[in-house]
């Protein structure tokens, strides 16, 4: 995994409201056996028509818009537990990910591939979807070891739990750490029934 | 304060707690499928890291399958070369494979309680949302993802946040025709699809004790769709009946006294929830879903909301359908029978109970999918395909199906399904594909009609199963 400290970029924003994975990415690409190549088809549905065009409507594809910072409407990731959506959100070149809410099994995910997850207040969702709809060439910055996101509307907090944290400036994983504590694991198991 | 039944079984599984971080969880039973776990394989193979419990994992193949011509050579490349990773890495590692054609193979969530493997008490993963299923059995059982997967694999266990706990209660008395899926779409779209977010539910009240097993499968199956990691019911006498004498589960003294231990399980009285609603049973009728998430949802003779808001109207611009309209007499013209939801032997007698006599509707193109090789034999054996076959429907063969249209079973363009599988998403049963969520009996009751129709009007002359 990659190591997270601060990012600054332009963001795209996306105001939909709960974004499925299905969306993030659809099933029929999940026939992979790798993790290569998602970013391709990262919200295909929405980014493509059927004949294969591009959907000039659809944020993605706006010229005006860049960066590796995603703003989305409120409950993010919802649906199926698919990592697939967090590698193809990798794998298209996002770092971060704005809503007001994620879905559990998603926040995990992205957390586990170096996306970060940043949850602000519903208030400042709309504030800077409004703001970056308006200005797309304006600049978010995101910074993990203070847990800060700062924009032209003004700067908020955000939670990360400190394990998480920790992990990911310092790109870790959770595999790392569990066999480090096998000794532990097999004590436990030596009493479980 | 007393414990839930969630703390109960919690509390038995951590190895270990870190300071001001997450815990580590043991995992009892780790289930796998094959679009989720290779490159959990991989990862570990790359890594040198070996299996650590091969003996507590069980795989199945089900998203990416036919569901018809299963003897024959999968045709789809990419699928086929899935499916041949997944015998080649449980070859490998000793893992124990119920593959496409064993009399074992089914969807993840019907198999492993059919044969035994869902116990009370038990930690359970799968690299599937819906493994919520299994919490009926009173089980914390729920979704995880590909670098999980690997985590489990490796260690067999997880480092998790505990969630918050929240209880649903739902007294009174059901109307007839009203099923545990209606139930449980009644919740949702009451309380919403992210109002389960961080928590792990516990369902309580007269009606999930008057629950057999299937019907609370159902209802914990779509836990998810309010965003609770999963769900769970106290786990009682209905519970301990459907489990014994089942392949895999304990026998004789052994099963005694587990029974003396899973009594022991149910929410204390004293114990405390981070959050609790209570619904009356009476309130709820049957129910189907207008938009694209599974929280839109009405009973079946009311209209749909008239919401001012973006999302709500990008949704049903979707569907389209418009605000305010009843959705009584539209055609129909795909109804699927089938998914971890309902696809197990009670859902298909309620169908058959209510085809018996009748025909299928010209239009409709119904798909009658059972969640496991075990069900479509007993759909044979009580006389249920016959029932169907004379209305005119095609029973297909085991598999998630249309559910995710991940193999060939896909709606067209367009179309609108009435399926009792568990998520309405844009394109999720096909791209452009339109999905409205129902049960067992709507479902039945649509390809009989050719388009959706009161329920509540005719079952009351229907005995039903
Ligand atoms: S039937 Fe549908 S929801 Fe259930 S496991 Fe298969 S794809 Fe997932």
Same mark, same amino acid.
């Given at each position: 995994m990659e190591k997270f400290t601060i990012v600054t970029s332009r963001a795209i924003p996306l105001p939909t409201e709960n974004i499925d994975t299905d969306q993030i990415i659809p099933a029929r690409f999940l026939k992979a056996t790798d993790k290569l190549g998602f970013g391709d088809n990262v919200f295909r549905d929405w980014r493509f028509h059927k004949d294969g065009s591009a959907n000039k409507d659809f944020a993605l594809n706006n010229p005006n818009y860049s960066g590796n910072i995603l703003v989305a409407g409120d409950n993010f990731g919802c649906g199926s537990s698919r990592e697939h959506a967090a590698w193809a959100l990798v794998g298209y070149g996002f770092k971060v990910i704005v809503s007001s809410f994620f879905a559990d099994i998603f926040k995990g995910n992205a957390l586990n591939n170096g996306l970060l997850p940043v949850q602000v207040t519903e208030e400042y969702l709309k504030k800077l979807l409004a703001h970056l709809q308006e200005n797309p060439t304006s600049e978010v910055i995101v910074n993990l070891e203070e847990q800060t996101i700062e924009s032209a509307i003004g700067k908020a907090t955000f939670e990360i739990n400190t394990y998480k944290k920790t992990c990911m400036i310092n790109g870790y994983d959770d595999i790392d750490f569990l066999i480090s504590n096998k000794d532990k694991i097999k004590a436990f198991e030596a009493k479980h029934v | 304060m007393g414990k839930t039944l969630f703390d109960k079984v919690w509390d038995a599984h951590v190895v270990d707690t870190i300071e001001n971080g997450p815990q580590i969880l043991y995992i009892d039973k780790h289930l796998i499928h094959e679009v989720t776990s290779p490159q959990a394989f991989n990862e570990l193979e790359q890594r040198g890291i070996p299996i650590a419990r091969p003996d507590k994992i069980v795989a199945t193949a089900d998203h990416n399958t036919p569901t018809v011509d299963q003897h024959l050579p999968v045709k789809d490349a990419l699928s086929k070369k899935q499916l041949e990773q997944l015998s080649e890495n449980c070859k490998k590692n000793n893992i124990p494979l119920y593959g496409l054609g064993h009399e074992k193979n089914g969807i993840v969530h019907v198999i492993a309680p059919e044969l035994g493997i869902t116990q009370p008490g038990m930690t359970m993963v799968c690299g599937d949302s819906h493994t919520s299923t299994h919490g009926a059995f009173g089980i914390i059982a729920f979704g995880i993802g590909t670098s999980q997967v690997a985590q489990v694999f490796a260690s067999q266990c997880l480092l998790l946040q505990k969630p918050k706990s929240l209880r649903v209660n739902v007294n009174g008395k059901l109307k007839k025709g009203v099923l545990p899926k209606d139930v449980i779409l009644y919740i949702i779209a009451k309380l919403g699809t992210n109002s389960g977010t961080g928590y792990f539910c516990e369902y309580a009240g007269n009606v999930f004790e008057e629950m057999s097993m299937e019907g609370r499968m159902t209802v914990c199956n779509m836990s998810i769709e309010m965003g609770a990691r999963g769900g769970m019911i106290a786990p009682d006498q209905t519970t301990f009946d459907y489990v014994k004498g089942r392949e895999e589960a304990p026998k004789g003294e052994e099963f005694d006294k587990k029974v003396a231990y899973w009594k022991t399980l149910p929410t204390d009285e004293d114990a405390v929830f981070d959050q609790e609603y209570w619904l009356d *049973? *009476? &309130?709820?009728?049957p129910m189907i879903t207008y938009g694209t998430?599974?929280?839109?949802?009405?009973?079946?003779?009311e209209n749909i909301p008239a919401l001012n808001d973006s999302s709500f109207e990008k949704s049903l611009n979707y569907m389209d359908f418009k605000k305010g309209e009843s959705l009584i007499n539209k055609p129909i013209n795909y109804v699927f029978i089938g998914s971890c939801t309902n696809s197990r032997i009670e859902d298909f007698r309620v169908a058959a109970n209510y085809v018996k006599g009748k025909q299928k509707a010209s239009n409709v193109n119904a798909w009658l999918v059972p969640g496991s090789q075990k069900v479509a034999k007993q759909i044979a054996e009580e006389g249920l395909q016959n029932v169907f076959e004379e209305a005119g429907f095609v029973l297909r063969q085991p598999g998630c199906s249309a559910c995710?249209?991940?193999? &060939? &079973?896909k709606i067209p363009e367009g179309e609108y399904c009435v399926s009792t599988s568990n998520r309405n998403f844009e394109g999720r049963q096909g791209q452009g594909s339109r999905t409205i969520l129902a049960s067992p009996l709507v479902a039945a009751a649509t390809a009989v009609a050719g388009k959706i129709i009161d329920v509540t009007k005719e079952v009351e002359s229907l005995e039903l199963a």
């Open positions: - | *049973a *009476a &309130d709820i009728e998430n599974p929280g839109m949802g009405i009973k079946i003779t995710l249209a991940m193999n &060939d &079973d």
